[in-house]
């Protein structure tokens, strides 16, 4: 049975059982449909083989585009009542998305990742297996340039302006900035560039800096995996997803003592508001750092 099929009768449902206006029936027939072109786009699977990671690589896909909380937490809510509906009718056997959260309707950041946890992701990246070299100079990339998963993708060799330690980004409106990056960011790039020499190249791909298996540009949802796997190998429990490493670049530069226009320039944003965030986490950092450390504040009454 078809994902056509399915969401016909539960369409049904919803409207008989749960007493749901047109509206909202439609709105989430809509936001399945989403759904389904990620999942058959990506994975090729029906219904009954979606489990947990497919649900999360579709919700880090809306994340990437910017898609607001609002919207997040209205599609999930529909998903999930999809896969009940499926679970209802011995259509599954378990819940695909019985673990995953919602997003909080808030202004409140993502896990951010201390300098060791970030460490501890590089160092546990093999080395020695075929997208080991890459893989380790995509995470250096997005977390010593603070960049978007969209920027990353579409970032070109032509891009790469190592010898005056700068790339050049293409945000959002196609417009363009210089940022700056390390010189051990830079090292682990090149290293990677000199390895992919050796591997296949699709000549209408060849001026992406990051290439899949067949010489193709990467996909945002692989970046994804590709996070999820390495933050796995390590040990690391925080839902983190590409944007954890720009959010910890911006936090880690502002507890570090950066200007706020340097960082907003960096980060690409147009207002001054949306960095604001990352001073007002750094206060509550300053703030928890005193609370664990300070010998006063840990005096019992």
């Not at 980060?267 to 010998?295: A, C, F, M, R, W």
């Amino acid at each position: 049975m078809g994902w056509g099929a399915y969401f016909e009768d539960y369409l049904g449902y919803i409207k008989l059982e749960k007493n749901l206006s047109d509206n909202t029936a439609e709105a989430y027939l809509r936001d399945l449909k989403r759904l389904e072109k990620f999942i058959v786009e990506h994975y090729d699977i029906p219904p009954e083989q979606v489990e947990m990671p497919h649900i999360e690589a579709f919700l880090a896909d809306l994340y990437d585009q910017n898609v607001n909380r609002t919207t997040q937490a209205r599609t999930l809510s529909g998903i999930k009542s999809f896969f009940n509906y499926l679970l209802i009718n011995d259509k599954i056997q378990t819940l695909p998305t019985e673990l995953i959260d919602g997003p909080k309707i808030s202004r409140k950041l993502p896990d951010i990742l201390t300098l060791e946890e970030i460490k501890r992701i590089l160092d546990g990246i093999d080395l020695s297996l075929p997208q080991g070299h890459r893989n380790r100079a995509i995470i250096e990339t997005l977390y010593s340039c603070g960049l978007r998963v969209s920027e990353l993708v579409n970032l070109r060799l032509s891009d790469l302006f190592f010898d005056d330690g700068f790339i050049r980004v293409t945000g959002k409106g196609d417009k363009q900035r210089l940022v700056p990056v390390s010189d051990e960011a830079v090292r682990v790039i090149r290293r990677y560039l000199e390895q992919r020499k050796t591997m296949p190249e699709d000549n209408r791909h060849k001026d992406f800096v990051f290439l899949n298996n067949k010489g193709r540009r990467l996909t945002r949802v692989m970046i994804f995996i590709i996070i999820k796997d390495a933050a796995r190998t390590a040990g690391i429990t925080k839902n983190i997803s590409p944007h954890t490493f720009r959010h910890s670049f911006a936090t880690h530069l502002i507890h570090g003592g950066a200007d706020i226009r340097v960082v907003q320039e960096m980060l690409g944003h147009e207002s001054i508001l949306t960095t604001e965030i990352y001073t007002h986490l750094n206060k509550e950092y300053l703030h928890k750092s005193v609370e664990d450390s300070h010998p006063l504040a840990r005096l019992e009454e």
